[in-house]
Each structure stands twice: as structure tokens, then as C-alpha cells.
């Protein structure tokens, strides 16, 4: 009888992974598209108008006859705005790019009519050197921008129809899953990028360039330009970034290492890869993200006297980006902490290697605060690199309820306040009198 509960349960979770297995190996999705075009007919304008159209993209992974299913097309999408596209290497049916029925948040999607050219940069020119029969590259081009859901990939793409077919082919397609990244200095950071080339298309085999592109803040440079048909670094204007080359010739893996993470890293970064005649680039963002190193003036405190005001310095340095919040806390004898607000803070400065510095200044009037026999003071700096604190105990001596140690320090201070007043006074009255004695001779 339990055997045969076992076995029941054994098939029924068999048949729960088929399905499961089943559902997910056909899940290249269906994907709403902004279509964008330049306006054809009214030429002149300085700016470029473009129109903007719904379309559907349906993606499979192998080329099959559409069934009539698959023909539907919502009401708000022009039947002509409805294509297939054959993705062999399935780039286009990554989970991200297929969030469930009825969620929220959707992948985003542009596809853009594509011209294929000739490329006069010095490390792709090359690729166009032999003449090339135009048949192939007379055809309907698209060139498709995704992106999945929560930043998990993007993904450009070059198709090609046969003029005024709707039945499109990858031919080139271009990755990444570090759509946003964030790395400690002085880290290796790696820029995914990876692309892919329909080895059916006669492109393929032709060779290949990839470049790489830093942007920030409207301000653009090359990092590294290979050209891959030759085999050779074109440009490598960036000290410590490579590509693996063995990995970018054998599987198309383009990625971007930076040997040592700087603060002057942080930015755009664009990974384009040509074919001849065709182009497809994909942006991530590095952000280098360093936490504050804290510390504190004086350190340990002295000891305060009632009525006496205490100025205590926190410095923060070495952190990036220019976030931070700097605060204090005080927590008492009674173990409760509590706010003590942010002191003064200062400029920030910024260091050689890019990094900032900043400090505030707190007085501790312990007047005005009520701070018992002292306790622990804590300078808090939030940071998007992470919270940092920096903690020092002082003691406030002659509270109203002295411990004994309290009062044996007590009763020291009292005692040398004693000797200084008896001497201090015995060193007046002896000089006072010493000066009345000469007073005395002269008069005489
Ligand atoms: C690409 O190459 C880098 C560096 O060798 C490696 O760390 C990464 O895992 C590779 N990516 C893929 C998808 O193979």
C-alpha cells in the first residue's frame, strides 16, 4: 500500500517536471515592440522626425510555419507590424524577456529599420576590404534593442528578411547580463558581452571587430578597439583592460575586464561588435562603490568635567561616490541610544586616486546634554557602499551620583587644587613681602 503511494507520488512529480520541462523549452516569448522610423517624404528639417508604432515580434527558435494561433494580433497592432523572427541561439527566449501573464513591469523593446553599411573605422574597415555581392545584403534589415526585466540582460539584434517578407532571421546578435554593476576599488571588474553570428549567413566567417566605448557625464573615449580579422589590438588606450581572446574567437565572448577597479571607471560603457556591413552594440553601467574608512578626534576622549564642552571630530575618507551622511549617536548607561544630529559638517575634498573625504564636527556641551556619567559615542556615515561606525566612550567625572572611582578622582582633583592654592598663595605672600622689605630699606 505504501509502495504504491510512493509510486504514485514518483510518477505525479515525473509528470509535473515533463510539463514543466515542456512549457519552458517552448517559452520564447511574444514581444511587444516600438517600431521607430524616421518619417520618409519630409525632408529639410534640421531634427529628424520619427514615428512610433506598435508591433508584435514572435520569437522561435527555429524557422516553422506560423499557425493561426500565433497570426492573432491585439486590436492596437497593425496586422503589417507583426513579424517572426528565427533566433537559433534562443538569445531572444531568456526568461527576463518573458515576464508572466498580466505582471506590471515589461521588457522594453525598440526595433528600427537597419541600413547596412560600410564602416571607415581603421579596425573595421577591413572586414568590407573583398567586394561583396549586394544580393544578400539587398533585404528588409531591422536592428532590435531589448532589455529583460530587472536589469538581468539586454540584448541588440540585427534580422534580416527577404524584401517585404515578415519572416526575419537573427544574424547578429550582441548581450549582456551586467546591465548594472557595482564593484569595490581596487577589484577586477568584468563587463559581460557576448555576441553571436548565424554561422549560415555568408557575414559569418568574414571576421569581426569589437570595440569598446566609455561614456560619462557627455564625455566619450575609447577603451579598446580589436580587430578580429587580423587579430590585432587597434587601440588600447585604457592601462589594464583586456578581452579574453581565446574565449572571444572560440564562444563570442567579448567581455571587458578591468584588472583593477578605479574610481575614474565609473560610467557607460559600450560594447559594440561589427560584421562586415552590419553593427549591433549593448550599454551597462559600472559604478565603483567604496565605503568610508572612519575615524575619530580625540581618540580616546578625555575625561569631562560637569560644565565643561567637549569638541569631538569625525573624519570620513576614502569612500565614492559623493553620497554620504554623517551623524551621531550617544547611548548612556541606560543602554538606550539616541540622536545627537549631524555636528557640523565640512566640504568634502577629493583625493588622487578620486576618492572623497568629509568630517563633522560635534560639541558636547554636557550643559545642555544630558548625558549622565557619559557612555558611548558613535559617528555614523550611511553610505551606498554600506553603513560605517566608529564608536569611543567617555565619562563625564562629579555626576551627581559618583561611583567610587568618581569620587577617589574627586577628592585627587580637590587635593591638588589644594596644594596649587597653598602655594600659589605662599609664593604671593612671600614675594609680597619680600617687596615690602625693600619698600622698608628705601624709605630709609
Ligand atoms: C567570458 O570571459 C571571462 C574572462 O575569461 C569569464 O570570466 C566569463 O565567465 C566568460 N563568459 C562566458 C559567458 O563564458
Keep these: 500500500m505504501s509502495n504504491f503511494s510512493t509510486i504514485y507520488k514518483l510518477s505525479l512529480v515525473a509528470v509535473i517536471c515533463f510539463i514543466h520541462a515542456c512549457s519552458s523549452s517552448s517559452s520564447c516569448p511574444v514581444l511587444e515592440c516600438w517600431f521607430v522610423q524616421e518619417k520618409t517624404g519630409r525632408g529639410g528639417g534640421l531634427t529628424a522626425a520619427t514615428s512610433q508604432e506598435k508591433s508584435l515580434l514572435h520569437i522561435r527558435t527555429e524557422a516553422l510555419g506560423h499557425s493561426a494561433e500565433s497570426q492573432k494580433a491585439p486590436s492596437d497592432i497593425s496586422p503589417d507590424r507583426v513579424y517572426f523572427i528565427t533566433d537559433p541561439a534562443g538569445t531572444l527566449c ?34 568590407t576590404d573583398s567586394a561583396f555581392s549586394p544580393i544578400y545584403l539587398q533585404a528588409d534589415w531591422f536592428s532590435a534593442a531589448h532589455q529583460g526585466l530587472d536589469k538581468q540582460l539586454t540584448v541588440s539584434s540585427i534580422t534580416r528578411a527577404p524584401t517585404a517578407s515578415k519572416e526575419h532571421h537573427v544574424i547578429l546578435s550582441v548581450t549582456s547580463k551586467t546591465v548594472s ?4 576599488l581596487g577589484e577586477p571588474v568584468l563587463l559581460d558581452c557576448g555576441f553571436w553570428a548565424d554561422p549560415s549567413s555568408p557575414l559569418s566567417g568574414l571576421g569581426f571587430a569589437v570595440e569598446w566605448r566609455y561614456q560619462f557625464r557627455g564625455d566619450g573615449r575609447l577603451v579598446l578597439a580589436y580587430d578580429g580579422k587580423s587579430d590585432r589590438l587597434a587601440d588600447m588606450l585604457e592601462e589594464g583592460a583586456t578581452l579574453d581572446f581565446e574565449g572571444l574567437h572560440e564562444k563570442g565572448n567579448a567581455s571587458l575586464i578591468l584588472q583593477e577597479a578605479k574610481v575614474r571607471h565609473s560610467g557607460m560603457y559600450i560594447c559594440t561588435v561589427y560584421l562586415p556591413y552590419l553593427v549591433a ?5 559600472l559604478e565603483i562603490v567604496e565605503p ?18 567637549l569638541t569631538v571630530q569625525c573624519e570620513a575618507s576614502g569612500f565614492a561616490p559623493l553620497s554620504l551622511e554623517l551623524s551621531w549617536e550617544f547611548k548612556g548607561a541606560d543602554g538606550k541610544s539616541r540622536p545627537l544630529g549631524s555636528g557640523s559638517v565640512s566640504g568634502h575634498r577629493q583625493a588622487w586616486d578620486g576618492t572623497y573625504s568629509q568630517s563633522t564636527r560635534l560639541e558636547l556641551d554636557t550643559t545642555t546634554l544630558d548625558l549622565g556619567k557619559g557612555g558611548e559615542l558613535t559617528c555614523v556615515a550611511v553610505h551606498p557602499g554600506g553603513t560605517r561606525r566608529a564608536s569611543t566612550t567617555f565619562s563625564v567625572i562629579g555626576f551627581s551620583a559618583p561611583s567610587i572611582e568618581d569620587s577617589m578622582a574627586m577628592v585627587g582633583v580637590a587635593l591638588v587644587l589644594y596644594g596649587l592654592i597653598k602655594f600659589v598663595s605662599w609664593t604671593f605672600t612671600s614675594s609680597g613681602s619680600g617687596a615690602a622689605d625693600k619698600q622698608d630699606k628705601k624709605d630709609k
Design 181 to 184: 554593476v557595482h564593484a569595490r
Design 281 to 285: 552594440q549593448v550599454t551597462m553601467e
Design 94 to 127: 531568456h526568461p527576463s524577456l518573458n515576464p508572466p501573464k498580466g505582471s506590471v513591469t515589461k521588457p522594453q523593446c525598440e526595433i528600427n529599420p537597419f541600413l547596412p553599411h560600410h564602416s571607415t573605422l581603421k579596425w573595421v574597415a577591413p572586414l
Design 292 to 309: 568610508p574608512s572612519l575615524s575619530l578626534h580625540p581618540s580616546p576622549l578625555p575625561l569631562v568635567v560637569p560644565g565643561q564642552a
